[in-house]
Structures are given as structure tokens and as C-alpha cells.
């Protein structure tokens, strides 16, 4: 066994693709407890600053002590608790559909609802840069994948012919992300509704980085588009800016009561903590009231802020040859991308070095020669944290 993996492992640390685990002893926040020090923190993905919340916590430790931390089994052998029954139907009021079902993680949503929707000769329709969670789901449904680059309506009309001719009669998904997590671009859904219905095909839209960002109290794109009827899978997850975990589906009854009994990662899996379905649910309301709201639109500021300190023209003039990837930047998410991934680590550790903590993204999350600095803001940030990052990112680019 010994050495088994360390010529695999050589190979890796060679290209800059090796991955390690780095402590933070503390909470999750705008500022993080590095290896004795503080980081400000441009990683996370808790865009409404929610994962150290008090009104989470407290719903949280509400729940240990009226339920106990453990949920005993699969839902659909030891019963099911009321804090995930409660959160489903916040859920599904707050996304405007007609059910909700719970899942451990995002990933466990995907892998459990694709397979159960599509199958053997259906055809899955996935955009180029959809989530691992999304290709793995749909590799493992056993039906026919075809990849269209991203966002190119024009390719997947084209796969949509091709697979309604080869495969008259099949179930067709389209498979796509509101807001691209490595990208932070949208997708075009007016447009993809339009080819869903010309196709007669479902659509799956994961709203991962959407919901809590975009729409009125952050239902998401579908819900800000008007398009909820439209889409008939929304998939999202309750870890990024829910501040929680925990994946799920919304959409029509049938097809909750479907994935009940369908959806392996839900039916083969102990259910998440109870006190986890309360948070979430706390995280539901704040997000579906007033005072939710305005946190919401105090991370457009910083959003916006960031949009000025760092325009895609001042990225392009940067030594590190920096550059947006996308000029339609529709969320807290903004990628610099730097190509080489020696590169990237290397402006990685000159930024933690003056106190920011911005993850380098490597293949295989992202494409060969595609390394980036994936920045988020949130709304947790304060206007000189993101105006400091900007200013570092300018120096460091230009003495490279
Ligand atoms: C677009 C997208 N979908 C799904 C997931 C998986 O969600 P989770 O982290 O809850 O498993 C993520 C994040 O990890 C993501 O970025």
C-alpha cells in the first residue's frame, strides 16, 4: 500500500494541481482565523453573510433540543421530522412551485433527481460548464450526453434536432446553472425556456448561486424572469448563501412524489440533521422578509463596487494577463483569469501574503491553461475590505 499513490501525487504537485486542506479555526465571516492570522476572506460562497448568523444558530440549537442531532435513518424508514417537512414547504412558497424536496447536499440533489428523470436512450442536454454535480448525475442516469458549448443556443438547437430525430418518442433534459459558479455569468433562460418548449424537452435549471443573489428577496432567476412555471426542475442548495447545507428540488407535486420514490441519494440516505432544516428554514424566512431583502441589496452595492474598482477593462492591462472570462457579470462571482496555473497559485500566495484570502481555481474544476482567481464578495464585506483586494490585485499585477 505504501507508495501507492506518491508517483500519482508527484505528477500532480509537477503541474500545480496538487489540492490540500488548509485550517480555519473559527467561524465563517468576512474575516477568517488563518494559521494565526486574519484573512480577509474572498472565498466563500455565504454571499448574505448568514453561515455565523444568530437567528440561524439559534433556530439551530432550537432544534438539538426539541429534536435531538441525529435524524436516525432515511426519511422514508424512520419518518420524517417535522423541521425538514416545515423547510419544504417554505421552500416551495418561496421559489413559487407546487412542492419542495430535500437532499443532503447539492451534489446528492443532482445525483439523485437526474438519473430519475432521465434514463437509458433519453438524451441530457448540459451546458459545457455546468457543476460537477451536474455531469456526474448525469453520467451515472446511463442516458446519451451531449455537451453544447457554453451558453450557445445556436449548438444546443442543433443537438435538440439530432436527438428528437434519432430518439423520437425519448425524454429530452436540458441541463444548465442560472448563475456559472466559476464564471459568475448567467444564462440566457428566456431564450432556453423557448427551446425547451420548440423541443418539448424538460428543463433543469440549478439556481446554486442564484438564489439569495438575484430576484426580489432572492428567489432566483426563474422567479426574477418570471419564468418558474417554465422551468420544471429548479434545483438549488441551501449551502452558499442560505449559510447552511443541504440540496433540493423544487417544482411540481408529481415530481416530488416521483423523486421520492426514485432518487437513490434521498431514498438510500440518512436524512440531514434536523437542527440543519431549521437553520435552512430560518435562512427561508429572513430571506422572505424586509430585513432580508435589504441584505440582499447591500450585496448588490458591494457587488457593484466591485464591478467599478475592478471593470473587465483595468483587469485586461494587468501584467498577470488577467481578464474577465465574460463581460455579463450578473452576480458576486468574479473570475480573473490568469491561464497558467503556477501563475495563479503564485498571485494566490502574494495576495494571502498581504491578508486576502482568494482561491486559485485549477483544472479539473476549470479547464487546462484556464487557472483563475475566483474572488466572491458578500455582503458581510465592508467597502474598504473590497477597495484593499483591488488595490493589492492592481499592485501585484503590475510588479509581475
Ligand atoms: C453550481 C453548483 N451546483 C451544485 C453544487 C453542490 O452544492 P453543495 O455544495 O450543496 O453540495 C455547487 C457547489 O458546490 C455548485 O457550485
Not at 494559521?35 to 439559534?58: H, V, W
Not at 444546443?156 to 459558479?181: C, D, N, P
Not at 487546462?368 to 482567481?373: F, M, N
Request: aromatic share 6%.
Amino acid at each position: 500500500m505504501q507508495g501507492l499513490f506518491a508517483e500519482q501525487l508527484k505528477a500532480l504537485r509537477a503541474r500545480s494541481l496538487n489540492r490540500h486542506l488548509r485550517e480555519i479555526s473559527g467561524a465563517q465571516g468576512a474575516e477568517v482565523e488563518f494559521a494565526g492570522r486574519r484573512l480577509i476572506n474572498f472565498s466563500s460562497n455565504d454571499y448574505l453573510g448568514l453561515a455565523n448568523d444568530s437567528r440561524l444558530r439559534k433556530a439551530a440549537i432550537a432544534a438539538i433540543n426539541e429534536f435531538g442531532v441525529g435524524a436516525g435513518a432515511s426519511r422514508l424508514i424512520s419518518g420524517t421530522q417535522s423541521p425538514h417537512l416545515r423547510l419544504e414547504r417554505a421552500l416551495a412558497e418561496w421559489k413559487g412551485t407546487e412542492a419542495a424536496l430535500c437532499f443532503s447536499s447539492g451534489y446528492a440533489a443532482a445525483l439523485g433527481s437526474i438519473p430519475a428523470l432521465v434514463t437509458k436512450d433519453d438524451v441530457a442536454l448540459l451546458d459545457k460548464l455546468c457543476h460537477a454535480s451536474l455531469i456526474d448525475a448525469a453520467k451515472l442516469s446511463g442516458a446519451i450526453l451531449r455537451v453544447f458549448p457554453h451558453n450557445n443556443l445556436r449548438k444546443l438547437e442543433s443537438h435538440l434536432e439530432w436527438a428528437r430525430r434519432e430518439y423520437a418518442g425519448k425524454r429530452l433534459l436540458i441541463v444548465t446553472e442560472s448563475v456559472f459558479s466559476m464564471d459568475g455569468d448567467r444564462a440566457p433562460l428566456r431564450e432556453l425556456v423557448q427551446l425547451k418548449k420548440q423541443f418539448d424537452a424538460l428543463l433543469m435549471l440549478d439556481e446554486a448561486h442564484a438564489v439569495g443573489v438575484i430576484g426580489l428577496h432572492g428567489r432566483g432567476l426563474a422567479a426574477a424572469e418570471n419564468l418558474s412555471d417554465d422551468v420544471d426542475v429548479q434545483m438549488g442548495t441551501m449551502s452558499k448563501a442560505l449559510g447552511v447545507s443541504g440540496g433540493y428540488i423544487c417544482g411540481s407535486h408529481d415530481l416530488i412524489e416521483w423523486l421520492i420514490n426514485r432518487a437513490r441519494s434521498f431514498i438510500y440516505s440518512t436524512a440531514p440533521p434536523p437542527a440543519i432544516a431549521a437553520a435552512a428554514l430560518a435562512a427561508v424566512n429572513f430571506l422572505s422578509s424586509s430585513k432580508g431583502e435589504e441584505r440582499r441589496l447591500l450585496l448588490w452595492k458591494r457587488i457593484n463596487l466591485m464591478r467599478q474598482l475592478l471593470p473587465p477593462s483595468a483587469r485586461k492591462a494587468i501584467n498577470y494577463q488577467l481578464s474577465t472570462i465574460n463581460s455579463n457579470e450578473g452576480s458576486a462571482i468574479f473570475p480573473l483569469l490568469v491561464g497558467d496555473e503556477h501563475a495563479a497559485l503564485d498571485l494566490a500566495a502574494a495576495l494571502k501574503t498581504e491578508g486576502f484570502l482568494v482561491p486559485a481555481i485549477r483544472y479539473p474544476t476549470v479547464a487546462k491553461g484556464s487557472a483563475r482567481l475566483r474572488i466572491t464578495v458578500t455582503a458581510a464585506h465592508q467597502e474598504d475590505q473590497i477597495k484593499a483586494l483591488c488595490e493589492a490585485i492592481k499592485r501585484l499585477s503590475a510588479a509581475s
